[in-house]
């Protein structure tokens, strides 16, 4: 066995195996796999091992597809057989809003060129003859999906591993993983030890124990989960060809031929944890005990839908565990507080993801970041606060809701709250409806007396469209309260604290005490790895706001350049809190509580200053994400009720109330504002999203600004847009394509939301350089179907920032 090693993957799964061969295949032949027992001893070896290409997230989509295409590449490469078969998929919709579901992926699988269409019932029937489609109200069909063969994949990504220089040791488990101070590792194993510039934690059902190895928790938690396969059933023996697999996701199970029979699983709603406390070491290539009264109404479901299953016997039940996060989406990336160290834990669908996990793993390790935008997927998204209680209520929602649709904007109660501020209370008793960011409860919006306080769910507009759109109206037309204590904040303090933003940002940070600059983060690709806002309060003091769900992925930017002497850095988002104060009345709301002058004369657009209101100390930044007239006011997290108070106190007096974050959405999609994860990832360079002028390549060097440097004249291969949509009943949310008027498909939304005040439902995307310009027409396929929208030239409201400068 080797002693030193690039990398040393933990874990002889699927996933390990792809990750390892895929370092190898980059360029990384140096490269070890340590597996305890043999190959596959996790949740791999039993797997049904189904395989789709289509999911809700583009990038996943990406993902499985590539995925899809290694599994053939890899039989050719290695010789080694994947066991696949890819008679199709059969996706039925039974409710309207699964149609919906369905058709929206359908105009997805359009723009991405991804093989999806609806089919006819009568071709349905030819496609599968033993389904019942009656009730079933639209089919799609995709014809590469299938399943493979579990073990052979796992030999296969094994194979092509070695052949390209790999070590993988058998029988050789991880006991220790040592930091060490040069950002190295030591692995220990009862056969020697490795040193590793690398540690990646693949290790499956037993990802929990091998993090805590290096005093890491991972939000994770093992259930059972069950599937069947009947004996031969004479209709498919006599078939000679093999049947796809059927999605019947209303119906909760998941069913495809096995042999000459069929196999059906179930994500049953009386699920079943197992070893919440730790997976046994000793556990191996075994099986639970059947209960397939567990799974009976799941069943009854799939009979109903193929009456062969309820006539065929049963040949063999396979209950095994699988592990899962919080979201049931993997747990990615490098640890943030960690040096070279690697987790891909808790992924469910692995079948249809390992090849994709395996590449963006690679990428991320040996180019330095993925080349796609994995921030949905980074295990960044969790905090220290998810922990044993909030997973397992997650987790247990996740499981037994699995086929449940994700509705866009919908908020799922298990688990919370899990963190509240000090105002949470005060914005209940006032009819706040709450949303989780990052652990966070914040206000979504707020019920006035006699308004039901539960939010419907669903892809049209929901009973909270017409609260929103009164609050959103309230501050455009005189001033609202938004609790942005959501945002992170971070301090920055001593004499090189200037420099160190300097050598962190692209933009130049102020020189004056008082000044704000937005700048952005520039990553390893040239890309937005983030949007800040950067005030200087003294000399030798900064405060640096940005995305509060991005706060730990943001850490490992932080942690890339060193402080310099006498400098510290901390985080204040947990002990500050904040409201923004906008609106035309926003001023004479704030003067009736504060002697500082708030003129526009002494109080300027883009300035910062400390001052007290209604007696409490607060940094006020003119600054508003509203694109109105308005102030952030920070304050201690102590201080925040009393805060609040009196600013509703003063807001009723000029008619100005409680705004939540759903009615902040509509407004700054009326003022073309991107926001992170939508409109800034680390794929849109600057001048994609119009923000090459915040970055200054003369000012010297600062993170990753080579990398800008090389990508800085090449022309906007997308353009950040705005569109006004004639929708009725459903507006944009994120994520549809945009086709032009011929069907040729140019873009996506990023951002869609009803504009209150401008009367229009609005949407942010992007479309390919030079596709469209303003005044166009195109359609914007919400609902999946054709919807007529026009590029508008500009952003609907105060287009020359008359409000914000007033
Ligand atoms: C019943 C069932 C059906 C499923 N059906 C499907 C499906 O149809 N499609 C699909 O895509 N997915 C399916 N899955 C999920 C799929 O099995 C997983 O996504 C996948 O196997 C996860 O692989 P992994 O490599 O992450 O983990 P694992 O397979 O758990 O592998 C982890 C490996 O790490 C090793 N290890 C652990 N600790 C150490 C240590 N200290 N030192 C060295 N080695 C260590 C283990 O021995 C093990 O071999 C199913 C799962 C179950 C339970």
């Known amino acids: 066995m080797r002693t030193h090693a690039q990398a040393v993957v933990i874990g002889g799964g699927l996933i390990g195996c792809s ?36 999911h809700d997230s583009t990038n996943i989509s990406r993902l499985q597809h590539y995925t899809m295409a290694l599994y053939k590449e890899l039989e050719a490469e290695t010789g080694q057989g994947c066991g696949i078969f890819q008679p199709g998929s059969l996706y039925l919709a039974q409710t309207e809003a699964r149609e919906h579901q369905l058709r929206l992926q359908e105009a ?15 071709e349905a029937e030819r496609l599968h003859p033993l389904v019942d489609f009656d ?79 290096a005093g890491l928790q991972l939000p994770l938690i093992p259930t059972e989960h069950q599937y069947f396969v009947t004996e031969t059933i004479p209709e498919i023996a006599a078939m000679g060809r093999r049947l796809p697999s059927v999605a019947d996701r209303d119906g909760e199970y998941y069913l495809r031929q096995e042999g000459l029979g069929l196999l059906i699983g179930a994500y049953e709603r009386k699920m079943k944890f197992w070893a919440e406390d730790g997976t046994p070491l000793d556990f191996g290539h075994e099986l639970f005990p059947d209960d397939l ?61 390992s090849g994709g996990m395996g590449k963006l793993a690679a990428e991320w390790m040996i180019e330095g970041e993925p080349s796609l935008d994995m921030f949905a997927w980074d295990m960044a998204r969790f905090g220290h606060w998810a922990g044993k209680a909030f997973t397992k209520a997650r987790v247990h929602d996740q499981y037994s809701h699995r086929f449940k649709i994700h509705f866009p904007n919908e908020e799922r109660a298990a688990g919370r709250p899990v963190r509240t501020r000090p105002a949470y209370e005060m914005q209940k008793r006032i009819g706040a409806v709450f949303g989780l960011n990052f652990g966070w409860e914040h206000p979504l919006w707020f019920a006035a007396e006699g308004e039901p306080r539960e939010e419907t769910i669903g ?177 201690k997290a102590t201080d925040q009720v009393a805060l609040y108070g009196a600013l509703l106190k003063a807001g ?44 200054k390549l003369d000012k010297g060097e600062f993170l990753n600004r080579d990398a800008y440097a090389a990508i800085a004249e090449k022309p906007a291969r997308d353009e950040l847009i705005m569109l006004s949509i004639d929708a009725r009943d459903a507006d944009a949310t994120g994520g549809e394509p945009i086709f032009l008027t011929d069907g040729t498909p140019i873009g996506q939304v990023s951002s869609g939301a009803y504009g209150y005040f401008v009367e229009q439902s609005l949407a942010l995307g992007y479309v390919k350089a030079g596709s469209a310009r303003a005044g166009d027409k195109v359609s914007v396929a919400i609902l999946g179907r054709p919807h007529e929208a026009i590029l508008l030239p500009h952003p609907p409201f105060d287009p020359e920032g008359k409000r914000l400068r007033s």
């Open 293 to 353: 009264d567990r799974i009976e109404e799941n069943m009854l479901r799939a009979i109903a839908r193929v009456p062969a299953v309820g006539t065929a016997g049963v040949k063999k039940v396979i209950n095994g565990p699988m592990i899962w996060s919080p979201d049931s989406a993997v747990l990615f990336g490098p640890v943030p507080e960690l040096s070279n160290y690697f987790c891909c834990n808790g992924i469910i669908p692995g079948f249809s993801q």
């Open 19 to 54: 990750i390892l061969y895929h370092l190898a295949k980059f360029g990384w032949t140096d490269v070890v796999l340590l597996e305890r027992s043999e190959l596959t001893s996790g949740s791999t070896w039993h797997a049904a091992a189904n395989i789709h290409g289509l």
């Open 459 to 635: 892809f049209t507009r929901q009973n909270w469209w017409g609260p929103v759109g009164r609050e959103a109206r309230m501050l455009r037309e005189r001033a609202g309260i938004i609790d942005i204590s959501n945002f992170a904040k971070y301090e920055v303090k001593g004499t090189g604290a200037e420099a160190w933003l300097n050598a962190l940002f692209a933009n130049r940070m102020p020189k004056k005490i008082g000044r704000s600059c937005l700048t952005p983060l520039i990553g390893k690709r040239g890309g937005i790895a983030g949007d800040f806002t950067v005030t200087r309060l003294a000399d030798d003091e900064f405060m640096v706001i940005g995305s509060g769900m991005a706060e730990r992925f943001h850490q490992r930017f932080f942690k890339a350049v060193p402080l310099p002497e006498g400098t510290t850095f901390r985080s204040r988002t947990e002990d500050l809190c904040g409201f923004n104060v906008a609106g035309p009345g926003s001023r004479d709301l704030l003067q009736r509580l504060t002697n500082e002058d708030l003129s526009n004369e002494a109080f300027p657009f883009m300035q910062s200053r400390r001052i007290t209101v209604a007696g409490i100390d607060v940094v006020a930044l003119r600054v508003s994400f509203t694109g109105d007239l308005g102030w952030e006011l920070h304050c």
């Open 135 to 213: 009730g079933i109200r639209c089919i799609m069909y995709e014809p590469e999906g299938g399943n493979v063969d579990p073990s052979g994949v796992t030999a296969a990504y094994a194979a092509g591993a070695r052949q390209r220089g790999a070590e993988i040791h058998r029988f050789t488990p991880v006991t220790a993983t040592e930091a060490q101070a040069d950002g190295s590792w030591i692995v220990r194993t009862p056969k020697g030890d490795i040193h590793t510039q690398w540690v990646i934690n693949a290790a499956g059902l037993w990802g929990r124990e091998v993090a805590a190895m």
């Open 108 to 122: 997805k699988a359009r723009r991405y060129k991804m093989n999806f269409y609806e089919v006819a019932r009568d």
């Open 652 to 695: 009723n007096e000029v008619g100005a109330g409680p705004v939540g974050s759903r009615a902040l959405m509509s407004l700054r999609v009326e003022k073309g504002y991107g926001s992170w994860s939508r409109e800034y990832s680390p794929e849109y360079w600057p001048q994609e999203v119009k923000f090459d002028g915040l970055v």
